[in-house]
């Protein structure tokens, strides 16, 4: 069975980094697009990052663009999320998302993904 298995959460202090790793288990990790998304209390998922799957095209949210870099490396099934100088606004649970075709990834929307890891809790506290 095809899985998306997330590690790398935990608490770190603002300005600090943490890198998110999402290892596909069951398969190969060859799908359209690559994906980070997160959702925060009281709030709707959103996303926060894309690669392409076959190629090397990204696309980050705004609130993210310049601290935070998406990378993939297929001969280990496993995609990442190095985040860079966190806030606490980046608080939230972040989930990794792969799409078969479609452009729901390349344009960071949440239903159009159609496989999703369980999450993994990032808190950004003094």
């Known amino acids: 069975q095809f899985r998306l298995v997330e590690s790398g959460g935990g608490l770190v202090q603002p300005g600090g980094s943490l890198r998110l790793s999402c290892t596909a288990s069951g398969g190969v990790l060859d799908f359209h697009g690559l994906g980070w998304f997160r959702q925060a209390p009281g709030k709707e998922r959103e996303g926060v990052s894309c690669i392409s799957g076959r190629g090397s095209g990204t696309v980050y949210a705004d609130s993210v663009k310049g601290r935070f870099i998406i990378s993939k490396d297929h001969a280990v099934n496993t995609f990442y999320l190095q985040m860079n100088s966190l806030k606490p606004e980046d608080t939230a649970v972040y989930y990794c998302?792969?799409?078969?075709?479609?452009?729901?990834?390349?344009?960071?929307?949440?239903?159009?993904?159609?496989?999703w890891g369980k999450g993994s809790l990032v808190t950004v506290s003094a």
């Open positions: 998302a792969v799409e078969s075709y479609g452009s729901s990834c390349a344009v960071l929307r949440a239903d159009g993904m159609d496989y």
